[in-house]
């Protein structure tokens, strides 16, 4: 029988060595931190062993068959010959095959793990096998046997993480709810991972039925597993801004993540939210932009850049900004919203119906021709009965078709939109009840300008501890 071969410990080419079980490339001797796309296209491209992959293999394992520009993918090998540039001979440690696709172009070599076949001849370690993205014992007969065991049940623990911390954060629900079992397996792999902990409890905080409470107390317990861990931090600072409005503690927290690692623009991100709560905008501005630096190739990043854009009044680049996120993930809904919003402030009714109906259909993961038959339905309304008439078509739609207090904030800004601001007072005095997910955003919205001075407004504002 042919022996399997073993996974190796590390993979080593020119400049740079890959640890498997980490995911952590190192290029001469410094860490370099990947975004998790560039890392996984460079994963699989070391895994082909030199030879070419091919664009559209890439693509989907990268972005999980999801339709995305083929730029997306060219900015992810740039992003990589940046970190591992130049080779050993001065060119590249990447080789583009014209119309095909790419390759490594450096001699690769791997290193095995401590005590096994290849490291140890005398004795022959257990084999293990990755089937199906689980980790399966072949054989455990030796002290090196089980590390290896160990080693790879790790790695396959976070990679579980991170495949359902990618998915969450695509800002549609079906992605979503695909997160949470990968979760679960992670934490039966690894019962006291505090990443997949705190993935779960933003899971449940996005998507879940339950109470915020329970993704909250989720979120703390990783914490308390693991201190250092910046991710965690930074989930729990996002509950606890967005669900919990524990405004403080979710400050505090959301830095202390960015201060963990100042390279992660997912925490950048996040951060960039609370500042702009507080009517920080240029720091917002700020943290967002440097979120696109570190990965291009991040939506919410440039969504987050959308965000503030819209806060300060600059809808043109409001929209913009959502294209290029959308450019970057089309399923990226807070890419359609802000998108949206900003042709809601600048009266461009047209602009704002498509807009619409293509966010119904990123959020409900629709093909797009039912993203094109929304659109002509919500352009006949709008023909036969203007602003007013589309206005009320959407509210009437999330008030039938999807719970309402998920919709209460959102109802609140299009009822300012068609001027109907007694309407509007009501939407927010529930959605302060209710806490969907914008209702953060109440005392620097745009939208709602004309109701500033308004006592209900005012104390909207302040029942969530904001200032008016």
Known sequence: MTEARESPAAVLFGEGRWDVAARRLTVRGQVAKLPWRVAECLRVLLEAGGAVVPKEDLQNQIWGGALVEESNLAQCITALRKALDPAPDGTSHIETVARVGYRIAVAIQTEQPVGSTAATAARRTPRWVLAAGVAVVVAATAAGGWLHYRRGTERQAELLAGQGLELIRRGNSAD????????????????????????????????????????????????????????????????????????????????????????????????????????????????????????????QARSTLAMTHYFSGQYEEAIREGEKALSLNPEHSPGYTWKLRGYLMLGDDLGAINTRAEEIGAWESRPQPYRAKWAANFRSVYASGGRLAVARAWIDDVEAGKP?????????????????????????????????????????????????????????????????
């Open 404 to 468: 309402l207090d998920v919709h209460r904030y959102t109802r609140a800004v299009w009822f300012a939109w068609i001027g109907e601001f007694e309407a509007a007072l009501v939407e927010l005095e529930a959605a302060v009840q209710t806490r969907p997910y914008y209702v953060i955003y109440i005392a620097v919205d745009p939208a709602f300008a004309p109701l500033r001075t308004n006592p209900r407004f005012q104390k909207a504002v302040r029942s969530i501890g904001l200032t008016p």
């Open 176 to 299: 979503g709810e695909r997160a949470t079992p990968l979760f679960e397996q992670a934490l039966k792999l690894r019962p006291n991972f505090a990443l997949a902990h705190a993935g779960l409890a933003e899971s449940l905080a996005r998507y879940s039925k339950s109470t915020y409470e329970v993704a909250s107390e989720l979120a703390r317990k990783a914490v308390r597993e693991d201190p250092n861990c910046g991710e965690c931090q930074a989930i729990l600072g996002w509950i606890l801004m967005t669900r919990e409005w524990r405004w403080e503690e979710a400050g505090k927290k959301l830095a202390r993540s960015v201060e963990l690692d100042p390279e992660s623009a997912q925490r950048r991100v996040w951060y960039a939210n609370w500042l702009t709560i507080h009517k920080r905008l240029p720091e917002a501005r700020a943290e967002a932009e440097r979120a696109v630096q570190l990965d291009p190739l991040l939506a």
